[in-house]
DNA sequence: CACTGTGAAACCGTTCACAGCG
DNA sequence: CGCTGTGAACGGTTTCACAGTG
């Protein structure tokens, strides 16, 4: 993802492969909201309906964890719960900047689910000097002078980049320098770090842009082979490389 | 990822691998970077290189969109960006609408990436009849009684649910019953959705679950074995499943 | 000669199917 | 008997290494 290395190989002896830890979160969200509602017992089967995967994947995942479901019953709800926070680390509370107050920094710090589950907002910080002070969700903004002392003074290992992609490397590699070990990236930028950091990319228009092509691919299939409509060019056809480029490129 | 089938079996024909399409984004952007610096050609290593993968896997890539360089010199930059683009279906100009304009819709409303490549914002809605008519990013605001016909009135192919939790499923439901079918979910829930609906995730929190099991990995490790700081708790020893069910659970 | 394009190998993740256990 | 836990089969993805070509 990144240009250094971006998470460790993985090969960890006793380690838990990364498929798994991305459906952890999934899996705790679902007996979270079963806890609420005081069910004791899940099943694999109804457990993977509420997160959304089939229960021979679940039970696989489970099966890296240890052997914590009982034959012929379920899982105890709290008892997974809590194995599986721990796993994650979120029996502990991790402090976390966000970097860019805009738009999308103000609606991360609003959000409910950081505070909600291990995580505390530690410090909101913005390079503009107007944003200082100013309070956004009952946090006052800090200026990005203050960024080496605020990853410093509260021990923030977790850093989030909410920045226009212009800034976006300068910043991680401020916070990098400062401790930050794990990044949070919301800017359209390839963040090149050190080994040992750990960076998650967040692409709104890459997202937007898988969905298109699979939209165009129902839209060619539906009227497969007719004329007019989205017009899907000769595939095998104009293998010249140059020549007859078409001057498209929207800007 | 929803209940429903999420994306189709990716077993068409000709198709091109999933894992592939998820980076012809990236490397259109890297691409759109190098053609308004005005460079004529990169080599797979260069591009590989701005778009954060390997080499190998960036050739490979392309072998399936067909065979786009020249041997001994490398990819022409306008080519390629005119052949990723219309292999993603960006030739086109997708509506999409925004659903839930708080903190979140407001940001992406407002978001530059969705504008400038193939998307365009056709409607915001709100089920909060204060917002109606109050424009975010220069587009008033829609109630979602408006919904169906706005959807039918801009033929919208793509929905985006930034709603709460609670609203989504029902969004979601309504969206696909007036003809959306790809949809991109901000909303912390499983949406489950008919056979042929699309369905593309984003979760903040599972992000930073993600990044802080990484993180606990890291501390446990710079002090194996050490006594204080993470109790990184016995991993194989109480496999009893229930009796000592240590009381944490958050909340 | 430098670089692409691609078979083949290695790797990882998912699914199957059933043995084993409460 | 019902459900978990898991070895084995499978399919997709990444990496390797080099033949082929402008």
Redesign the pocket.
């Known amino acids: 993802m990144a240009t250094g290395r971006t998470h460790r ?3 960890r002896s006793r380690g838990i ?4 830890v991305a459906r952890l979160p999934l899996y705790l969200r679902a007996l979270t909201a079963l806890s609420e509602r005081s069910v004791p017992t ?4 109804e457990l993977a309906a509420a997160a959304g ?5 679940l ?2 995942d ?2 890296y964890l240890g ?9 105890d709800v709290e008892y997974l719960v809590y194995q599986i926070s721990r796993e994650l680390g979120l029996t502990q509370d991790w402090p976390v900047v966000i970097v860019g107050i805009g738009n999308l920094g103000a609606a991360l710090a609003n959000y409910g689910g950081f505070a909600s589950r291990g995580f505390r907002v530690a410090a909101l910080i913005d390079a503009d000097p107007a944003m200082a002070g100013k309070p956004v969700a009952g946090i006052p903004v800090q200026h990005t002078d203050e960024l080496e002392k605020i990853i410093d003074d509260n021990g923030v290992s977790i850093g989030v980049i909410a920045t226009p992609a212009g800034a976006a490397q300068q910043v991680c590699d401020r916070l990098v320098a400062a401790g930050v070990t794990s990044i949070l990236n919301f800017a359209p930028t390839v963040l090149s770090v050190p080994d040992g950091v750990d960076v998650r990319k967040v692409d709104l228009s890459i997202e937007l842009q898988i969905l298109a092509f699979h939209e165009q691919r129902k839209a060619g299939e539906e009227a497969a082979g007719e004329p007019g409509a989205v017009p899907l060019a000769p595939k095998e056809s104009g293998k010249g490389p140059d020549g007859d480029v078409p001057a498209v490129m929207p800007a």
């Open positions: 190989p993985a090969t492969p990364e498929a798994t899940v099943s694999s089967e995967v089939n229960s021979a994947k039970r696989k489970f099966s052997s914590y479901g009982t034959r012929g019953v379920g899982y």
